[in-house]
T-cell receptor, first 114, second 115 residues
């Protein structure tokens, strides 16, 4: 039972390059989320997927796209990376029908855009 | 307006002493939940404790307790008998049912435990 896994762990991009961050969970959760964490700050929601087949914007969606591939997997794509997207990216999952509602986080992807 | 406010950017605490981390929140949703997460230097987010808006008693989990004052909209984390391994960033977070159960985080408090 791996929980929430993310790949890659580290990535360096040049401005304008594209990449996809992968996330998978094995807890059969319906909801999945992508957050970013800038240095010394809290996490901010980029996009989320309340259930398979649905995605919605969060607080900071500009410059990103997402795909909920199936119930297990939720990917985050940067089409044209910018230095402002240098951050640590966390994927999380939760199951809205359980009580209490707990979010489980992946280990994070540290992205640097030069 | 900030949904979650943590006013203490950093704190020192002596080993074996208790420490209180402040968190205030802003919501008009009657159904919400409050969370505390720990982020050590390794970077992972570790769930510590949860308090639901309808819970009558303050939540406790081992050395962690949540001082929930609903009327004041505060949800302070108390860590008793601090250990060196408690040195980390601590984040308060809230989910609101009316907002689609998204989790919103505060800016965090860095705790350093001194031996």
């Amino acid at each position: 039972n791996a929980g929430v896994t993310q790949t890659p762990k580290f990535q360096v991009l040049k401005t304008g390059q594209s990449m996809t961050l992968q996330c998978a969970q094995d807890m059969n959760h319906n909801s999945m989320y992508w957050y970013r964490q800038d240095p010394g700050m809290g996490l901010r929601l980029i996009y989320y997927s309340a259930s398979e087949g649905t995605t919605d914007k969060g607080e900071v969606p500009n410059g990103y796209n997402v795909s909920r591939l199936n119930k297990r997997e939720f990917s985050l794509r940067l089409e044209s990376a910018a230095p402002s997207q240098t951050s640590v990216y966390f994927c999380a999952s939760s199951e809205p029908v359980t009580a209490p509602l707990i979010w489980f986080f992946g280990p994070g992807t540290r992205l640097t855009v030069l | 307006a900030q949904k979650i406010t943590q006013t203490q950017p950093g704190m020192f605490v002596q080993e074996k002493e208790a420490v209180t981390l402040d968190c205030t929140y802003d919501t008009s949703d009657p159904s919400y939940g409050l969370f505390w997460y720990k982020q050590p230097s390794s970077g992972e987010m570790i769930f510590l404790i949860y308090q639901g808006s309808y819970d009558q008693q303050n939540a406790t989990e081992g050395r962690y307790s949540l001082n929930f004052q609903k009327a004041r909209k505060s949800a302070n984390l108390v860590i008793s008998a601090s250990q060196l391994g408690d040195s980390a960033m601590y984040f308060c977070a809230m989910r609101e049912r009316a907002a689609g159960n998204k989790l919103t985080f505060g800016g965090g408090t860095r705790v350093l435990v001194k031996p």
